[in-house]
């Protein structure tokens, strides 16, 4: 197994004096700006006026333009969408680099497909979390983290990996464990578990196939999802283990998980997943998100006005009206 750290062996005092300017504030920029300043480091934002930067703000960050935040930081974490970063950096964040200091990306994807080339004289390197914003900030709080994924692609002072553990513990994420990647590898495993394992989708052709079937479509929906026991079916794969957790279900359950498995689940699917996977190492997926990208999004904006005219939406909002369902 390759070298999994954890909070022993990251040291934070080395950021000590440091600048870390976040970029973006998002999803996971909100969350790791919070958690390292938590963590007793000095953060930073750099954000395009919008209401990003005013959410920020408002929760007592200095918010500079992104050229300013690259300028004034020794650390500079990427955490806007990667179909933008290409020309961000090329405008706003390029000119702003000088030697010794470390571009941190929480995803391979502009390296390994080559559309961001930054200067040798910087570290480049990467913390993925394999978790949602939202539950990078949560975990901490509990005092607890996200794992993550972890490389570099270039170690320009020597100290790349020194640093790099550092901001991963600063985020909480060594409190779970960061494991040794490459940009390639989490470039396409990320895109693949989202287009091959998409679950949604496959709750909607259930849906479609019991609902066709004369059964009653919230019914239905409670039953595939909306209940929430899918949450605590994916707590047991993740506690469990995926075999393991099956002692959790009934016995006909389980018999007609496993005797039926093949029907669906077969090397058909097989097949069409291996295309889904040729098509992102070829670059292909990139090249398309890229273009769509710089279009302002017209197939996805597009694709989302269909997904909404579902009829499961409809029951949907009808189940968060009649019924009292929190999780978590
Ligand atoms: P996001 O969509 O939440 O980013 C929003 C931020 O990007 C805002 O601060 C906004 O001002 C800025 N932004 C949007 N368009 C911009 C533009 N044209 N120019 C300048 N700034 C712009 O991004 P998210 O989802 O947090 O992703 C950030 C990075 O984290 C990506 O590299 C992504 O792959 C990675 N990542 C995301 C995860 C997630 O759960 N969302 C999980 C792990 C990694």
């Known amino acids: 197994m390759r070298n999994v750290y954890l909070d022993n062996d990251a040291d934070l005092s080395i950021l000590n004096g440091k600048t870390i300017s976040v970029i973006g504030f998002g999803n996971q920029g909100s969350a790791q700006a919070q958690n390292l300043r938590d963590s007793g480091l000095e953060v930073i934002i750099g954000n395009i006026d919008d209401e990003y930067a005013l959410r920020a703000k408002q929760m007592g960050f200095k918010v500079y333009s992104i050229r300013e935040a690259t300028e004034k930081g020794d650390i500079i974490m990427m955490l806007i969408p990667d179909e933008v970063q290409p020309d961000v950096y090329e405008h706003s964040i390029k000119d702003g680099l000088r030697p010794g200091k470390t ?4 995803s391979g994807y502009n390296i390994h497909f080559g559309y961001i080339k930054p200067p040798n004289y910087v570290d480049v390197v990467m913390l993925a979390p394999r978790m949602i914003g939202s539950a990078v900030r949560s975990l901490y709080l509990k005092g607890s983290g996200a794992p993550a994924l972890i490389a570099i692609n270039r170690d320009f002072t020597g100290t790349a990996l020194q640093t790099l553990l550092a901001i991963a ?3 909480g994420s060594t409190r779970a464990g960061v494991i040794e990647s490459t940009f390639e590898e989490e470039t396409i495993i990320d895109l693949f578990s989202e287009q091959a394992l998409a679950y949604g989708q496959l709750i909607k052709l259930a849906f479609e196939v019991l609902t066709e079937a004369g059964f009653d479509p919230v019914v ?4 595939l999802y909306a209940s929430g026991e899918i949450v605590e079916i994916s707590k047991a794969i993740v506690n469990h283990g995926l ?6 279900h009934s016995l006909t359950s389980q018999y007609g998980q496993l005797s039926r498995a093949n029907i669906i689940f077969n090397e058909e699917i097989k097949k069409k997943m291996k295309n889904i996977l040729e098509d992102i190492v070829s670059g292909n997926f990139a090249k398309e998100w890229y273009q769509e990208g710089r279009a302002n999004y017209p197939t996805l904006n597009k694709l989302l006005e269909q997904a909404k005219k579902h009829p499961i939406v409809e029951y949907e ?4 009206k009649k019924f009292k369902i929190y999780l978590l």
Not at 103 to 106: G, T
């Open 103 to 106: 571009l941190v990306f929480a």
């Open 169 to 171: 513990k600063g985020i």
């Open 220 to 223: 239905v929906a409670l039953e």
């Open 243 to 248: 075999v393991n957790q099956l002692s959790l």
């Open 317 to 320: 909002n009808m189940i968060h």
